[in-house]
């Protein structure tokens, strides 16, 4: 097991702790809340991701090999998701980034969240971090 | 309770979520009941064949069903002759027929298209692509803060460069009713044609198109209890007749050579290809439903649920109404503290509550309010005080999680 995959597994437990609906929205609000403050220069519109509805900002850096995310959104249930694709990913390196599949979100019974109908601008940031991800291993195999 | 209207639209006896479900999202689209569902599956059971050219009893009967839903039509909104009845996909589809057949024929540059800033996308886009094809320029009638037009404003506004003007009749995101008949005064003093976007309007309200003295008016079937995929563009006949045709192929012709095609007479000049039979059948039948229950009736019902919530409503701390015109019918917009709409609405969705959350496809006058969205909430004439209650239980415990 991996770390993603790890950490995917400690989202699983904790919300295998609840069996209504509504617990487990109370958790990902709480996590919405919980979300570190993004720094209010990437809180810019060349950082928006447009989601129609609710809007996500999402900044990476690489940093020894690792790719450090940081966002944010204006919506306090796609804060919580966003809250937990960080937790997922960040500190990843670029090839974990993109070798992750993220089935852990419909396991937890969350999966309408990246409905591409739901226009919340998540699976307009999991690609957007994945595209990070790209870039980031493109630079670093140009220089060793 | 309107037990006996409710009865007649099977969906609201389903559960979302294993909760009840309220629908709430009427200005979007509205449910359909038994008698247009069983029209659809009538007609392809019965009759279905392609229409106007077949000389065998199937066509027969298929035109004649499709012909006389014209003439209902025209009759439900008192055009003067079924030759100004053009069937379209919906409201969308009769904006762009417009803006692109008018738009070749009198648009060019010094010219101007008034619409306005509570418009929805559908009734800017078509004329935004009609000025970049001919040169001519997009004007906008202000919006005030109550959501109502800056009439006021109009006057300065119409001139001799004025080609058309383009205006909602019911605004989809704020409910606004607009002075329309003033509207169309106005611009007639000028020789100006006015086209409303009757896509809120004609659910709720009796609409009459010789008393409004309108060129165009566009609809669609599906926000009138009628199937998707059909609607109307009413246009004056002589003011048709000297559009260009909108789309070229079969129907919509006279004689074809390769040298030259001739086109066909109203309506047909504007039906290219083999309409949208089974559709425009069903819709017939919504048009009965409507006529059936009454005009009067879902005005007053609709009426008392809007009084109803917005009374309930205010009892509530935090509530910010958006739009607060005199005039309003159809819908509620509003906002809950700093909470997110989609926040909102996706908690309600768990209820069971369908609202609707967001832009409403009208981004220019929510930029105008300083916001991204709203909460609507749109009633139609099966909607029940018990369902009000529903939702703002929901609401309640949506602004509780939320907090």
């Known amino acids: 097991m991996n770390t993603i995959q790890q950490k995917e597994q400690e989202i699983r437990e904790e919300f295998g702790l609840f069996d209504d609906w509504m617990d487990k929205y109370n958790h990902l609000i709480e996590m919405g809340k919980d979300l570190p403050m993004i720094d209010e220069k990437y809180r810019q519109k060349q950082y928006l991701i447009s989601g129609c509805q609710a809007q996500v900002w999402l900044h990476a850096r690489l940093e020894e090999g690792k790719v450090l995310f940081t966002a944010d959104s204006d919506a306090l249930i796609t804060k919580g998701i966003v809250h937990m694709l960080i937790r997922i990913l960040s500190g990843e390196t670029p090839q974990a980034i993109l070798d992750a599949d993220l089935t852990f979100l419909d396991e937890i019974g969350l999966k309408e969240h990246l409905s591409p109908t739901r226009a919340n601008g998540l699976v307009s940031m999991i690609k957007q971090m994945k595209l990070y991800a790209l870039a980031f291993q493109a630079k670093q195999n140009k220089t060793p | ?403």
């Open chain 2, 1 to 403: 309770m309107n037990r006996e209207i409710r009865d007649q639209f099977p969906i609201l006896g389903r559960e979302v979520n294993k909760r009840p479900l309220v629908y709430f999202d009427n200005a979007a689209t509205t449910q359909k009941p038994e008698r247009v569902i069983a029209s659809l599956g009538h007609y392809y059971r019965s009759m279905n064949s392609n229409i106007h050219r077949g000389v065998h009893a199937l066509s027969q009967e298929a035109t004649e069903a499709y012909e006389g839903v014209r003439k209902q039509v025209a009759q439900f909104i008192n055009a003067s002759s079924h030759r100004e009845i053009i069937f379209t996909r919906g409201t969308t589809e009769s904006i762009n027929l417009v803006a692109s057949s008018f738009g070749k024929k009198f648009l060019a540059p010094g010219k101007e298209v008034l619409i306005s800033a509570m418009e929805h996308h559908s009734n800017i886009v078509p004329w935004q692509m009609a000025c970049e094809a001919s040169g001519a320029q997009l004007k906008v009638i202000p919006v005030n803060d109550r959501g109502e037009l800056m009439l006021e404003k109009l006057p300065s506004l119409l001139s001799p460069k004025t080609a058309i003007v383009a205006v909602t009749h019911i605004s989809n995101a704020l409910g606004t009713v607009n002075p329309v008949k003033e509207i169309i005064a106005m611009a007639q003093q000028h020789h100006i044609p006015v086209l409303l976007d009757g896509a809120q309007a004609i659910p709720h309200m009796e609409v009459d198109v010789q008393a409004l003295g309108v060129d165009f008016y566009c609809f669609s079937s599906h926000k009138m209890y009628g199937p998707m995929g059909i609607g109307v563009l009413y246009g004056r006949e002589g003011l048709l007749d000297q559009l260009p045709p909108y789309q070229g192929g079969g129907e919509m012709i006279e004689k074809v050579s390769f040298e030259h095609t001739s086109y066909n007479e109203l309506p047909f000049r504007f039906e290219a290809g083999t309409p949208n039979v089974g559709d425009a059948i069903a819709f017939g039948e919504a048009m009965y439903f409507i006529l059936e229950t009454g005009y009067q009736k879902i005005a007053a019902h609709e009426k008392h649920l809007i009084e109803y919530t917005e009374e309930k409503l205010r009892q509530r701390e935090g509530i910010r109404f958006v739009g607060s015109a005199k005039e309003r019918a159809g819908v509620i917009s509003f906002l809950v503290n700093n909470i997110h709409p989609y926040d909102i609405g996706m908690i309600m969705d768990k209820f069971g509550i369908a609202v609707r959350t967001g832009n409403h496809c009208a981004q220019p006058l929510m930029d105008q309010y300083g916001i991204t969205g709203t909460i609507r909430i749109s009633f139609a004439v099966y909607n029940t005080t018990e369902e009000v209650d529903q939702a703002l239980k929901a609401l309640d415990k949506a602004i509780d999680m939320l907090r």
